[in-house]
């Protein structure tokens, strides 16, 4: 079993930033890909970006590349997210998310929110 605790969340004015945090605790070994997606009000949850295993690889939503960041911490098991120049329309409730192998299953954060708002 993994645990994954997001924090960072907050309201902030358009063209601010914010770095989400996220630590993986529990049989961390496991752990390969980890990512953020979100869900906004009344909208599916959607993809933001994820990073492999040593943070060799990243994979970004069009509407936040150039903007959103993703990174690996030196430990593994915490992951972070940049977020510069954020609009009214990254506004959501941000998940962590962590896919472990041996056996295969993705596990979720509670979610932080993020409002972009003036």
């Known amino acids: 079993q993994v645990q994954l605790v997001e924090s960072g969340g907050g309201l902030v004015q358009p063209g601010g930033s914010l770095r989400l945090s996220c630590a993986a605790s529990g049989s961390i070994f496991s752990i390969a890909t980890m990512g953020w997606y979100r869900q906004a009000p009344g909208k599916q949850r959607e993809l933001v970006a994820t990073?492999?295993?040593?943070?060799?690889?990243?994979t970004y939503a069009n509407s936040v590349k150039g903007r959103f960041t993703i990174s690996r911490g030196n430990a593994k098991n915490t992951v972070y997210l940049r977020m510069n120049s954020l609009v009214p329309e990254d506004t959501a409730v941000y998940y962590c998310?962590?896919?472990?192998?041996?056996?295969?299953?993705?596990?979720w954060g509670q979610g932080t929110q993020v409002t972009v708002s003036s």
């Open positions: 998310y962590a896919q472990a192998l041996q056996p295969r299953e993705d596990y």
């Open positions: 990073v492999t295993s040593g943070g060799r690889t990243t």
